[in-house]
């Protein structure tokens, strides 16, 4: 199990951009549990099942608290067979996507499309609250803004209530 801080700054795209070569590409399902269940033993927080290129899958259960652009994280692989037997729990918050994770000399970046929703957003984590973000030349014309601070765009909400409503999605 890891637990740490999530340092994450996150852009609304208008388009998709031309995906470099090198990316690696991930079909995520994420289910989140519903946050008014209370009682011992109410799971909290995300399921995630990963689908690698090679067709392996990996699966974690996470928590994060607090919001914006620092929040903490608590993150453990769990069994296939765990993620199954939770999922039905996520049965009307879910989110399916894919996933290009691009590695620059700096930083990982992720941009996700969204498959029931016409959403485009990328994303990339630092090691610090101070730490600068230089934004690659493939990825720069296609951000609308950036999203961070807007807790309407984090998947969670997205899952939950769909794109807001007073706001241009992507296309």
Same mark, same amino acid.
């Given at each position: ?73 608590? =993150?453990? $692989?769990? &069994? ?7 999922? /039905?729990?996520?049965?009307? @918050?879910? %989110? ?26 990328? =994303?990339? $984590?630092? &090691? ?7 934004? /690659?030349?493939?990825?720069? @014309?296609? %951000? ?28």
């Amino acid at each position: 199990m890891s637990r740490g801080l999530e340092i994450e700054r996150v852009y609304l795209l208008g388009a998709m951009p031309l995906i470099p070569a090198n990316a690696e590409i991930w079909k995520i399902e994420q289910g989140y549990f519903d946050a008014s269940a209370t009682g011992e033993g109410a799971p909290s927080g995300r399921l995630r099942r990963i689908t690698h290129a090679s067709g392996a899958q990996t699966c974690f259960h996470t928590v994060k608290q607090g919001s914006g652009f620092v929040r903490i994280e608590t =993150e453990r $692989e769990i &069994a296939a067979d765990d993620f199954d037997r939770w999922w /039905p729990l996520t049965t009307g @918050r879910r %989110i399916a996507k894919t996933r290009h994770r691009v590695l620059t000399q700096k930083h990982t970046w992720e941009v996700d499309v969204f498959h029931s929703i016409p959403v485009l957003l990328a =994303e990339v $984590e630092l &090691a610090s609250e101070q730490e600068s973000v230089e934004i /690659p030349e493939w990825l720069a @014309r296609f %951000i609308k803004r950036e999203v961070t601070d807007d807790a309407r765009w984090r998947n969670a909400s997205l899952a939950l209530h769909g794109v807001p409503s007073d706001s241009p999605t992507a296309s």
